[in-house]
């Protein structure tokens, strides 16, 4: 019987190994073809088999592509941030004494912590003070003019595209999980009824038991 505490490239391999026995090795097929395991049933289960391992493998790449997508956006966060906060924090001291500004701005504000928090206060920061010639006249005064801020507010577009990226991936990478999982479900359990027969048919002939690699 399949072990469940076998990995799922364990289990793979095992019912590769298993199931070309019962088909190919003559005394064992005679035996297994007793419950209905044919050549032709024997096909059908490595088929399905090879369609598991399939799965597998496309879920292994989705999950690679997952992990290079969140590291992206993690860099991107983290640079698009450090910028973005260099100029909150000039903000903060070059309009201390210009309340309205300073509201406007949302330099009182905490800095949120979650993404789509963060990413609301960087678009209202940059939107407010893009259109405000004034503050922008000023920032440029210490040493951050124009294309200094649209240089920092197109990293905080990369950072909010790399986020949809990551976001998309997370959703092929569990989808690919979901059926991987369903269809080694569906070939865990026609491997454990085949190893039970397979077993009966076998039960004196040790040998023969070994071939399916239980």
Known sequence: MPAPYH???DRLNRYLTGL????NVPEL???VALYGYTPNKLNQMLNKRQQAFDLYLAQKTEYSEQHAATKTFEQAWKTAHETYMRLVRLGRIIFRDEHAIFIKLTLNEERKRTFSGWLAQ???FF?????????LTKY??????????????ALVNAAEQANIIQAKETGEAQQATKERDGKMDALDSAMSEFYALAELACEDAPDLLKMLDL
């Open 7 to 9: 990995s799922i490239e």
């Open 20 to 23: 070309t026995n019962a088909r």
């Open 29 to 31: 097929q005679s035996r």
């Open 122 to 124: 960087a678009n209202t």
């Open 127 to 135: 939107s407010n003070l893009l259109s405000d010639q004034n503050a």
């Open 140 to 153: 440029g005064q210490y040493n951050t003019p124009l294309a200094a801020v649209n240089a920092a507010k």
